[in-house]
């Protein structure tokens, strides 16, 4: 299959004509960045604020030619604005975040949750994947939305190569391996390619990730939100209904300080917190057995305690844990009968069993309306 090239996207938009502006949009110098990668195209338009919602059917336009162009697989077009000297965005110290308003994101998903952590470096992606897993080995129809856009990890954890294709020619269908469905901007753009984007550019694609993808009807969606209370938290609070939100952390205070910021970000937005994972909570030595608590134990259980939260479990620090994510197969599929697979199956019943709770409660407390 002949490869689509920059140079080639470029010409096909000379004939995209921006109809207030009158002249085409590489004139224009809309085009503020674009990914070529096996026949997967993303790229951004940039607009002012102002003509940002009327300019929707220009955005839908330059999407639906490039797919055409020969060797295109899938388009995703998105657009920015940044406006100058205005009041910065809605944030979670807001005194009310803004809501998700209707079912237009995701309607087939029972269950979306987030693995969320306040600092970076303890392990959120490889328990995201795991936890996917675990719930897929527990009879769940399982999705796996990877949320960082800047430092996306799912494909290595996964062992996935190539990218996403499309069934219907209209939206990208997700990848499926070990039973769960997924998507990460790592599947259209290289390995080792930086993703330089300003925050709108973020929240556009994971809306895309969300909207123009085949996901199907699933059980729960696990989404691997980045660290930290930044634009991408805010953005799933405000599109969806999270149904709640698991948050990740080591033993030692430094992480737990940070873990707290994400445990009150949550709660602050009105997202039920299901709970804290200890993560490399201790090290048993292969050789002699030894344990060697590295950053010390059961942080995160009193604080969990001191919290008014659930405690999930905790998982060691082990060579096989990171062994099998590096080379793609996940601890839960590469030994499912193992101690660790088995800590992570128990984790993610008590997520689940709460998640149930939840969206009974919400179901019971919807209005009926009988006809007489």
Same mark, same amino acid.
């Given at each position: 299959?002949?490869?689509?090239?920059?140079?080639?996207?470029?010409?096909?938009?000379?004939?995209?004509?921006?109809?207030?502006?009158?002249?085409?949009?590489?004139?224009?110098?809309?085009?503020?960045?674009?990914? /070529?990668?096996?026949?997967?195209?993303?790229?951004?338009?940039?607009?002012?604020?102002?003509?940002?919602?009327?300019?929707?059917?220009?955005?839908?336009?330059?999407?639906?030619?490039?797919? *055409?162009?020969?060797?295109?697989?899938?388009?995703?077009?998105?657009?920015?604005?940044?406006?100058?000297?205005?009041?910065?965005?809605?944030?979670?110290? $807001?005194?009310?975040?803004?809501?998700?308003?209707?079912?237009?994101?995701?309607?087939? /998903?029972?269950?979306?949750?987030?693995?969320?952590?306040?600092?970076?470096?303890?392990?959120?992606?490889?328990?995201?994947?795991?936890?996917?897993?675990?719930?897929?080995?527990?009879?769940?129809?399982?999705?796996?939305?990877?949320?960082?856009? &800047?430092?996306?990890?799912?494909?290595?954890?996964?062992?996935?190569?190539?990218?996403?294709? $499309?069934?219907?020619?209209?939206?990208?269908?997700?990848?499926? *391996? &070990?039973?769960?469905?997924?998507? $990460?901007?790592? &599947?259209?753009?290289?390995?080792?390619?930086?993703?330089?984007?300003?925050?709108?550019? /973020?929240?556009?694609?994971?809306?895309?990730?969300?909207?123009?993808?085949?996901?199907? *009807?699933?059980?729960?969606?696990?989404?691997?939100?980045?660290?930290?209370?930044?634009?991408?938290?805010?953005?799933?609070?405000?599109? /969806?209904?999270?149904?709640?939100?698991?948050?990740? $952390?080591?033993?030692?205070?430094?992480?737990?300080?940070?873990?707290?910021?994400?445990?009150?970000?949550?709660? *602050?937005?009105?997202?039920?917190?299901?709970?804290?994972?200890?993560?490399?909570?201790?090290?048993?030595?292969?050789?002699?057995?030894?344990?060697?608590?590295?950053?010390?134990?059961?942080?995160?259980?009193?604080?969990?305690?001191?919290?008014?939260?659930?405690?999930?479990?905790?998982?060691?620090?082990?060579?096989?844990?990171?062994?099998?994510?590096?080379?793609?197969?996940?601890?839960?599929?590469?030994?499912?009968?193992?101690?660790?697979?088995?800590? &992570?199956?128990?984790?993610?019943?008590?997520?689940?069993?709460?998640?149930?709770?939840?969206?009974?409660?919400?179901?019971?407390?919807?209005?009926?309306?009988?006809?007489?």
């Amino acid at each position: 299959m002949t490869q689509v090239t920059e140079q080639q996207i470029i010409d096909a938009l000379r004939c995209v004509v921006d109809r207030e502006r009158k002249n085409d949009i590489i004139s224009l110098g809309m085009i503020e960045g674009m990914q /070529v990668k096996d026949g997967h195209v993303a790229l951004t338009l940039g607009v002012e604020p102002e003509r940002g919602p009327r300019l929707e059917p220009l955005r839908k336009e330059v999407e639906t030619l490039v797919h *055409k162009l020969p060797g295109v697989i899938s388009a995703s077009v998105v657009l920015t604005a940044e406006k100058r000297g205005t009041a910065p965005a809605p944030s979670a110290h $807001s005194a009310q975040a803004p809501r998700p308003q209707g079912g237009e994101l995701l309607p087939d /998903v029972k269950a979306i949750i987030a693995v969320a952590s306040g600092k970076g470096g303890v392990g959120k992606s490889t328990t995201s994947v795991n936890l996917a897993l675990a719930l897929a080995t527990l009879g769940h129809e399982t999705g796996l939305l990877d949320a960082d856009i &800047y430092g996306p990890s799912t494909r290595r954890l996964l062992g996935i190569s190539g990218g996403p294709r $499309s069934s219907d020619g209209i939206k990208l269908d997700p990848i499926s *391996k &070990y039973g769960i469905k997924s998507m $990460s901007m790592a &599947y259209l753009v290289e390995e080792e390619t930086p993703i330089v984007w300003r925050g709108p550019m /973020v929240q556009s694609a994971l809306e895309q990730m969300m909207r123009d993808i085949n996901w199907g *009807k699933l059980d729960i969606l696990v989404v691997d939100m980045p660290p930290g209370t930044g634009d991408t938290q805010l953005t799933m609070v405000q599109k /969806v209904p999270l149904a709640g939100a698991v948050i990740v $952390s080591t033993p030692q205070d430094i992480a737990l300080i940070d873990a707290r910021k994400g445990l009150n970000m949550f709660r *602050k937005v009105e997202v039920p917190v299901l709970g804290l994972i200890e993560n490399m909570s201790y090290f048993n030595c292969p050789s002699c057995g030894h344990r060697t608590e590295i950053f010390g134990h059961g942080g995160a259980r009193r604080e969990a305690e001191k919290l008014g939260m659930d405690f999930l479990g905790e998982i060691p620090l082990d060579t096989v844990i990171r062994q099998t994510s590096d080379d793609g197969h996940p601890i839960v599929a590469a030994d499912p009968e193992g101690e660790h697979a088995r800590a &992570y199956l128990a984790i993610a019943a008590k997520v689940w069993k709460t998640v149930e709770q939840n969206l009974q409660m919400r179901a019971a407390s919807a209005p009926r309306i009988v006809i007489q």
